[in-house]
């Protein structure tokens, strides 16, 4: 993951949620920290035109758990997704890798439009959790900017194992029965009852190349856990029970430098496209 100390980052990570980009026409994007637990990586992206907002892990500091996992943490997320009071309208939610994955625990949460606020969900190379063979697990070679002060890496690092901790014991929800009306959602704007109808608009980001990785071995591949999926369109979620991802879009890098200077002007591209896909499909 990609993250800094300068003076910008000490500010967004004051607030939570905090604001990434203020203003434009489109649809508010709220998008969620990765791994690393700190929302810099997404104040690189170029302007997308419209107001963008990050949460970053409220527990970054401590490097504390939830006990609950990633529904958990969508939970309280939600809460303070409220504190932005959209009066009602819709957004869009998104994250890199872990973030992607709480967002979708959100959206479930929330409801997708027009049964709750989500316009729809944006997965930025978040693919679907699986345990690797002991054998084919590598740790990735993290990126961090020059001028990222030596405590900040150790807690990035100390939050990336707690992620991965976390994605050993979460089920995703692959299944149409996972994606029932919540209580308190409106559930009454059809008049013909659809299994399907509650599933969310998920777009997914996919980076094109594989992940450096630490280990070297002659046995076998050694991959990193990200890539597991890298050769599926879909990163792992066509074996889903339902048609879950609506649109793939892959973007130039690999999973870990994708918000690196290299791929920022990329990756912003692809968020742009993702956003006004979502659009497009509430008209």
């Not at 076998?220 to 050769?231: H, N, P």
Request: aromatic share 8%.
């Amino acid at each position: 993951m990609t993250v800094s100390e300068s003076a910008p980052g000490v500010s967004f990570m004051e607030q939570n949620p905090s604001i990434i980009q203020p203003y434009g026409s489109g649809i508010p994007l709220v998008l969620i920290h990765d791994g690393g637990g700190t929302t810099y990586s997404y104040h690189g992206l170029k302007s997308l035109d419209r107001p963008v907002y990050g949460i970053h892990n409220p527990r970054f500091y401590s490097g504390r758990a939830f006990k609950g996992g990633i529904p958990e943490m969508a939970r309280i997320y939600a809460q303070l997704i409220e504190l932005l009071d959209f009066h009602g309208r819709p957004f869009i939610i998104g994250g890199w890798s872990l973030g992607g994955l709480i967002a979708l625990e959100i959206t479930r949460a929330l409801g997708t439009y027009p049964y709750g606020p989500i316009a729809g969900t944006i997965m930025i190379d978040s693919p679907c959790p699986v345990s690797l063979p002991e054998g084919m697990i590598s740790e990735p070679r993290l990126r961090f900017h020059d001028h990222c002060r030596l405590e900040i890496r150790l807690l990035v690092q100390l939050n990336m194992k707690v992620a991965v901790r976390m994605l050993q014991d979460y089920v995703p929800p692959t299944s149409t029965g996972d994606w029932h009306g919540e209580e308190g959602q409106n559930c009454t704007l059809l008049y013909e009852e659809s299994n399907t109808k509650f599933l969310p608009h998920v777009t997914l980001l996919k980076a094109e190349e594989y992940s450096p990785t630490t280990k070297k071995t002659n046995a076998q591949k050694s991959i990193a856990l990200v890539d597991y999926f890298r050769e599926l369109t879909a990163l792992g979620w066509e074996k889903a029970d339902c048609q879950l991802i609506s649109d793939v879009l892959p973007i130039p890098g690999n999973h870990f430098d994708l918000f690196m200077e290299e791929n920022l002007e990329s990756t912003s591209n692809g968020l742009i496209a993702a956003c006004e896909a979502i659009e497009l499909s509430l008209r």
